[in-house]
């Protein structure tokens, strides 16, 4: 993006950086300041992305004041539910709908569409001893798509 993107728009830090490479698979390096740089900031439908990220990923209950955030797909993964590629798909499944509340609460009429959910699907799930890769496409309001792959480690 160009600064002229940011201009009179709300912005966060950006928590998953390499996103910006581009062609193919990329492992995003999970950090707010790097050797490299000293922070960078997002906007768009990949601030989208990383706040839907945020939420998967963040087990319900685990934020003290905020009792009601996240879901219940890492406690699953972590209890050891995660056998097959449907119960990952399954537990995917039953979080959206917390993972979309939590998300759809905190967005207001005037952020732009392309920041605001309206759907996410779980496009594949690969299992592997002790780790689980799911490839999520993200839609915005504004019908941009962002496809995202979380690695996960897994208890079994």
Same mark, same amino acid.
Do not use: C, W
């Given at each position: 993006?160009?600064?002229?993107?940011?201009?009179?728009?709300?912005?966060?830090?950006?928590?998953?950086?390499?996103?910006? @490479?581009?062609?193919?698979?990329?492992? +995003?390096?999970?950090?707010? @300041?790097?050797?490299?740089?000293?922070?960078?900031?997002?906007?768009?439908?990949?601030? +989208?992305?990383?706040? &839907?990220?945020?939420?998967?990923?963040?087990?319900?209950?685990?934020l003290t004041y905020l009792p009601d955030r996240g879901c #219940?797909?890492?406690?699953?993964?972590?209890?050891?539910? &995660? +056998?097959?590629?449907?119960?990952?798909?399954?537990?995917? %499944?039953?979080?959206?709908?917390?993972?979309?509340?939590?998300?759809?609460?905190? /967005?207001? /009429? !005037?952020?732009?569409?392309?920041?605001?959910?309206?759907?996410?699907?779980? #496009? %594949?799930?690969?299992?592997?001893?002790? !780790?689980?890769?799911?490839?999520? %496409?993200?839609?915005?309001?504004?019908?941009?798509?962002?496809?995202?792959i979380a690695p996960l480690n897994i208890t079994i």
């Open positions: 993006m160009a600064i002229v993107d940011y201009i009179g728009r709300t912005y966060d830090l950006l928590s998953y950086q390499g996103g910006d @490479v581009a062609g193919g698979e990329v492992l +995003l390096n999970q950090a707010l @300041v790097t050797p490299e740089n000293s922070g960078q900031i997002t906007t768009g439908i990949q601030k +989208l992305a990383q706040r &839907f990220l945020l939420e998967l990923l963040t087990e319900r209950g685990s #219940d797909f890492m406690s699953s993964a972590r209890l050891g539910n &995660f +056998l097959t590629p449907l119960d990952v798909l399954a537990s995917f %499944s039953a979080s959206l709908v917390d993972i979309r509340n939590n998300l759809e609460i905190e /967005e207001s /009429e !005037s952020d732009p569409d392309d920041e605001r959910f309206l759907d996410a699907t779980a #496009d %594949s799930v690969t299992l592997n001893t002790g !780790s689980a890769t799911l490839h999520i %496409s993200i839609t915005s309001r504004a019908g941009d798509t962002r496809v995202v």
